[in-house]
């Protein structure tokens, strides 16, 4: 509860942003104004405060007040003395619209960034040093950095600082914690456009990204002590193929080192700072590309600060992998050719036996070290795992993906009208390996069992579910990622953006959530040309705990893996005989689960559900699963017999002629074409008329 005292200065804060928030999109206000405005509105001002507050004077607690809403990103300030209700200052008087819950979220805010200050930081140093065109996602930064995502948002939508605009949502877009007003938000866009962090459209490329283990390299500052408090770090670094030698055989082993080549780097001093690293690289490699120069910076001062005595490295010569523990500082040495002129000092524990990287490594790590093109990665991460490793007791956590299937439960049992223990068995096959197919005849409801299994295994979350259809044109490009034209601006002449497919977008979200399922439904999975739509990615059905080097590069170099808890679930139909043309790989990576008219469970799906409408006192065909029972007798071609979805729709049911009307309209023209060309009287052999004098003979 708000004391008097604070209640009169809380008053005095809300009462000027109110005003602010009564302007038009981007106006401002100068001060002195707004003071008077203030005064104005807040009649009680001057007897309240001699009651409750008597010292100082209330125009200083309106400046106190605003700072304060400032440094959370409610107000927004310029250097003549102006000030703007920004869109979360706007917002928040309707999130929060008495003074009580108001004044306790001001304050918890400001109090959350003063604690802070040193990640806030942090923060705002990553984003001024991140390559050109990548960008960080906000939940993770924040995440990573242990502060309010919010918070961070709000404030650095409203501060300002470089590269402001490069934190966004998992999607690449704006994070809607900004709360922008019309203006802000066609501002902030205009940005991310005119920089290249985004395409016309707003939305960032998901290969630019920056993951955890990307942050890991930039947020450093204040972790550089040697201290036994110091949290321990450990490291990759590549020596297999330097300049043409294999180090790791010839040097790092043998003399107990591993090392960099920085044959044009000038000779800095182990522990030098960033800025330090930065400005001797632009220089000194200057030949080099953007990205490429700021890539070196990170290296070369992870290698010469963030690295302390006592780390983790780990090295791999193909996949023999070797852990071993740093035992001095860096520092330059004279090398052959320079292939090794920045040491350390490394005490390997495993010179003659190396681990196999696939079986010893925890699956994120071994990916990581799989792919070559990275040469000092951070892999603190995984500190407790590398410490059971080196026979060490775990200081730190042990990496841990929970990640399970929900068991099938009677609910959606009745929700399908199929056995409980068929969809367990479902669950069943897809926690050993999570790819099923669904197949058989058409209206056997494949698709909606997929739809309907792929919503029970996520919870019911939307965002974690896609489907897509293949068919013969469909194309990796459209499936997991491709180039598209972008339209140029002002007259200029458009390029190529890499857009993400359903795959690459699901993957991306799964590896972030790795405790939630994810599922994607392909429906009618053998009308595309599986070899021309999976590419590389064909392996990783097979094999998730391996990594895979993608087609147009976008994996940053770490190599991509299709994540544990991205579940597949597609359909076929039979009738088309394409089923036949699945080859052998295709039916190892996946499950099959038949759904035949003629067989359990769907042979007794339309029993079950007309027994359901019985039940609720709905309108039925009574003889609806006889006839349907009938017509598939008469059919020779299994492939070609009729599934019940065609006769569970309550229109079928409830229309007088709805009956009579799929069977003329669906299933005779269906037969038709089945028959085209042999002489069959379809009407004659599988019309109502025809069967339902079937029935009635049987009867008789």
């Given amino acids: 509860m708000l004391t008097p005292n604070k209640r009169v200065r809380a008053t005095i804060a809300r009462t000027a942003l109110e005003i602010l928030a009564g302007l038009d999109d981007g106006e ?3 001060k ?9 509105r807040y009649t009680d001002l001057a007897e309240d405060w001699a009651a409750h507050v008597s010292k100082g004077e209330p125009r200083t607690s309106l400046v106190w007040g605003s700072s304060e809403l400032a440094a959370i990103g ?16 706007r917002w928040s008087l309707t999130e929060y619209p008495d003074l009580e819950t108001w004044s306790a979220a001001v304050d918890q805010r400001y109090q959350g960034w003063n604690r802070n200050r040193p990640r806030f930081e942090q923060a705002e140093k990553l984003l001024s040093l991140l390559p050109e065109g990548s960008w960080v996602a906000a939940d993770t930064l924040a995440g990573q950095l242990g502060v309010s995502e919010e918070l961070l948002v709000q404030r650095f939508y409203r501060m300002r600082p470089e590269g402001w605009h490069r934190l966004l949502n998992g999607e690449g877009t704006i994070p809607k914690e900004a709360r922008l007003t019309p203006n802000e938000r066609a501002e902030a866009e205009k940005l991310l456009v005119e920089s290249g962090t985004a395409g016309p459209d707003g939305r960032a490329p998901s290969h630019q990204r920056l993951d955890r283990a990307d942050l890991a390299q930039y947020l450093d500052a204040g ?3 040697d201290s036994d408090e110091a949290k321990r770090r450990a490291w990759l670094v590549r020596g297999s193929n330097v300049q043409g030698e294999n180090l790791v055989r010839s040097l790092w082993l043998p003399r107990g080192v591993c090392s960099l080549a920085a044959s044009r780097l ?3 001093p182990a522990g030098s700072n960033r800025e330090d690293v930065q400005a001797a690289v632009a220089e000194d490699y200057a030949h ?13 001062h992870a290698f010469l600060t963030r690295m302390r005595g006592g780390d983790i490295v780990l090295t791999n010569d193909g996949s023999a992998v070797y852990i071993g523990v740093v035992d001095g500082p860096a520092g330059f040495t004279a090398s052959s050719d320079n292939r090794a002129n920045l040491q350390r000092a490394v005490s390997w524990r495993n010179p003659h036996s190396p681990l196999d990287y696939a079986d010893a490594l925890p699956a994120d790590a071994a990916n990581r070290i799989a792919n070559p093109d990275t040469t000092v990665v951070d892999l603190t991460e995984f500190v407790g795992d590398l410490e059971k490793l080196l026979g060490e007791e775990p200081e730190q956590p042990v990496t841990s993906r929970p990640f399970t299937l929900p068991d099938a439960t009677e609910a959606l049992a009745a929700e399908l009208h199929l056995p409980a223990e068929w969809l367990q068995e479902c669950v069943e096959l897809l926690r050993d390996r999570p790819q099923l197919v669904f197949y058989g005849p058409p209206g056997t409801g494949k698709t909606y069992v997929a739809q309907a299994l792929a919503k029970h295994l996520t919870g019911g979350k939307p965002e974690n579910t896609q489907l897509v259809q293949f068919h013969p044109a469909y194309s990796y490009e459209d499936f997991f990622e491709g180039y598209r034209p972008r339209p140029g ?30 599922v994607l439904v392909i429906d009618e999975i053998n009308r595309g040309n599986l070899a021309k739509v999976f590419g590389e990615l064909y392996f990783l059905l097979e094999y998730r705990d391996r990594s895979v080097n993608l087609l147009y590069g976008s994996d940053g170099g770490l190599g991509f893996t299709l994540p544990k808890n991205l579940v597949l679930l597609a359909t076929m139909n039979t009738a088309d005989r394409s089923i036949a043309l699945i080859d052998a790989a295709m039916r190892r990576r996946f499950w099959f689960r038949e759904l035949h008219p003629s067989a359990e469970p769907a042979a007794g799906v339309l029993e079950r559900w007309i027994a359901a409408r019985v039940s609720a006192g709905l309108p039925v065909h009574g003889d609806a699963a006889r006839l349907l029972a009938a017509l598939n007798e008469r059919i020779e071609d299994r492939d070609f017999r009729v599934g019940p979805a065609y006769l569970m729709r309550a229109a079928v049911h409830e229309h007088p002629r709805g009956l009579e009307r799929v069977w003329e309209h669906q299933l005779l023209p269906l037969l038709e074409e089945h028959h085209y060309g042999d002489d069959t009287d379809v009407a004659g052999r599988y019309g109502l008329a025809a069967l339902r004098k079937q029935l ?3 009867e008789d």
Wanted: aromatic share 8%.
């Fill in 32 to 40: 002195d104004t707004l003071w008077t405005l203030v005064e104005q």
């Fill in 74 to 89: 409610w107000l927004a300030k310029d250097g003549w003395g102006n000030w703007q209700a920004t869109g979360a200052g």
């Fill in 489 to 518: 601006g002002d007259g200029q002449a458009g390029g190529f953006e890499l857009v993400p497919g359903p795959l690459r977008t699901l993957a991306d979200a799964a590896r972030k959530h790795p405790d939630e399922p994810f």
């Fill in 223 to 225: 972790d550089t002590s």
């Fill in 266 to 268: 000038r000779e800095l």
């Fill in 288 to 300: 080099l590309s953007a990205a490429e120069r700021s890539r070196l910076a990170v290296e070369y």
């Fill in 696 to 698: 009635a003979g049987d």
């Fill in 28 to 30: 401002k206000l100068h």
